[in-house]
């Protein structure tokens, strides 16, 4: 049997995946963690592949584009759950090669295997669990919609020879069906000098959700957090997560208040994805040094921008943590970002790129929204 998602295939795990697998178990940060030990050799990757993998309802988690494996889930059945699992119930298992963290592969493959679970096996709750420090993993299973449900002190963990803590998490048949008719509510953020009213346009892009324009009066990526949290939960008390439409430096924003809410899809259009470096380039086009703005703290330039150290300051301490499937719509003639600066965001991130040659950064002609329309319409 075999899965497919939007970005992703699930298959059953073949021989001649060894290599591969061998690649990313044999990395102490992924299976010691999850709670089997790092991979020897690429012998002991394809014993494992012959005599753990090929079970019933394992699958290899690969990416659709070159069906090359990145990491494993599975099904385990109710006899071998690492909890009281009744006999309608099953648990669900998962690890993904460090290379990939960060992308959201695996809440994609889970929701699938959900599916699965609970349409054609007939499962009526699935149980996850996760051991005591692993903040991933636990993530992930909120972003599934598993809820807490108890902790199992001194677990015995065969495979390491130790004794852990484990965390179980749950979700019943009758949660998940109210999570999926629960439609995503569409949240658009404005760039600078933008308004709420902009998410008008979008609205016939997105038909079948409600369009939410967000009017935000934080200034800084410090004082978004709070202000655009907020706006989040408001919005999740009534939809099972959001897709996000943002612009310039509201993609920025959202990058760093809303990477941990349940966001469903991003499309950002020209983002500002590295602002330090955008910074830097102002600094160098106002013949600013860091010392000088160190020293006085603001300086006004005389391209109407407003240089400030203590801004520097903390993108420099908070580099960017985006783990969410997104869409990049980038113009060509953008004169903020840098083709260079998009493409290694693009690739580190795992998002999807999309070029208009002669777009701006600003996107606003007819030609150019005509482009964004089907951009989004062709992702969508």
């Given at each position: 049997?075999?899965?497919?998602?939007?970005?992703?295939?699930?298959?059953?795990?073949?021989?001649?995946?060894?290599?591969?697998?061998?690649?990313?178990?044999?990395?102490?940060?992924?299976?010691?963690?999850?709670?089997?030990?790092?991979?020897?050799?690429?012998?002991?990757?394809?014993?494992?592949?012959?005599?753990?993998?090929?079970?019933?309802?394992?699958?290899?988690?690969?990416?659709?584009?070159?069906?090359?494996?990145?990491?494993?889930?599975?099904?385990?059945?109710?006899?071998?759950?690492?909890?009281?699992?009744?006999?309608?119930?099953?648990?669900?298992?998962?690890?993904?090669?460090?290379?990939?963290?960060?992308?959201?592969?695996?809440?994609?493959?889970?929701?699938r295997l959900q599916q699965h679970a609970f349409e054609d096996l007939g499962c009526n709750a699935m149980w996850c669990g996760y051991y005591d420090g692993n903040e991933k993993s636990k993530r992930?299973?909120?972003?599934?919609?598993?809820?807490?449900?108890?902790?199992?002190?001194?677990?015995?963990?065969?495979?390491?020879?130790?004794?852990?803590?484990?965390?179980?998490?749950?979700?019943?048949?009758?949660?998940w069906a109210i999570n999926e008719q629960k439609k995503p509510v569409v949240l658009f953020v404005h760039g600078k000098g933008g308004s709420a009213t902009e998410a008008d346009h979008y609205r016939?892009?997105?038909?079948?959700?409600?369009?939410?324009?967000?009017?935000?009066?934080?200034?800084?990526?410090?004082?978004?957090?709070?202000?655009?949290?907020?706006?989040?939960?408001?919005?999740?008390?009534?939809?099972?997560?959001?897709?996000?439409?943002?612009?310039?430096?509201?993609?920025?924003?959202?990058?760093?208040?809303?990477?941990?809410?349940?966001?469903?899809?991003?499309?950002?259009?020209?983002?500002?994805?590295?602002?330090?470096?955008?910074?830097?380039?102002?600094?160098?086009?106002?013949?600013?040094?860091?010392?000088?703005?160190?020293?006085?703290?603001?300086?006004?330039?005389?391209?109407?921008?407003?240089?400030?150290?203590?801004?520097?300051?903390?993108?420099?301490?908070?580099?960017?943590?985006?783990?969410?499937?997104?869409?990049?719509?980038?113009?060509?003639?953008?004169?903020?970002?840098?083709?260079?600066?998009?493409?290694?965001?693009?690739?580190?991130?795992?998002?999807?790129?999309?070029?208009?040659?002669?777009?701006?950064?600003?996107?606003?002609?007819?030609?150019?929204?005509?482009?964004?329309?089907?951009?989004?319409?062709?992702?969508?």
């Open positions: 049997m075999e899965f497919i998602t939007e970005r992703l295939i699930l298959r059953p795990w073949q021989e001649s995946d060894a290599e591969r697998l061998f690649e990313y178990a044999k990395d102490p940060e992924v299976g010691p963690i999850a709670g089997w030990p790092v991979h020897t050799s690429v012998e002991n990757s394809l014993d494992i592949i012959r005599n753990v993998l090929s079970v019933d309802e394992t699958y290899a988690v690969c990416l659709k584009d070159d069906n090359k494996v990145i990491g494993s889930i599975g099904l385990i059945p109710p006899m071998q759950s690492h909890t009281k699992a009744a006999a309608d119930e099953i648990e669900i298992g998962y690890w993904l090669g460090m290379p990939f963290w960060g992308n959201g592969y695996i809440p994609e493959a889970v929701k992930c299973q909120e972003k599934c919609g598993f809820i807490y449900h108890h902790t199992e002190e001194n677990k015995p963990c065969a495979l390491m020879g130790d004794v852990r803590k484990e965390h179980f998490t749950r979700l019943t048949k009758e949660a016939k892009l997105f038909p079948e959700h409600e369009v939410v324009g967000f009017d935000y009066q934080a200034e800084t990526p410090w004082d978004c957090i709070n202000e655009f949290q907020a706006q989040a939960d408001a919005l999740l008390l009534e939809s099972e997560s959001i897709i996000l439409v943002a612009h310039s430096i509201g993609a920025f924003f959202v990058m760093h208040a809303l990477s941990e809410k349940q966001i469903h899809r991003a499309y950002f259009i020209s983002p500002i994805v590295d602002m330090e470096k955008l910074i830097s380039d102002m600094m160098l086009w106002a013949n600013v040094t860091d010392q000088d703005l160190q020293e006085k703290k603001i300086i006004e330039t005389s391209f109407g921008e407003m240089l400030s150290w203590d801004y520097l300051s903390w993108v420099r301490a908070h580099p960017i943590k985006w783990n969410v499937p997104t869409e990049i719509l980038y113009g060509g003639q953008d004169n903020l970002t840098s083709r260079d600066t998009i493409d290694a965001f693009a690739k580190n991130h795992g998002a999807n790129l999309t070029i208009m040659e002669d777009g701006e950064h600003w996107f606003h002609t007819e030609e150019q929204m005509t482009f964004v329309d089907a951009w989004i319409k062709n992702r969508s």
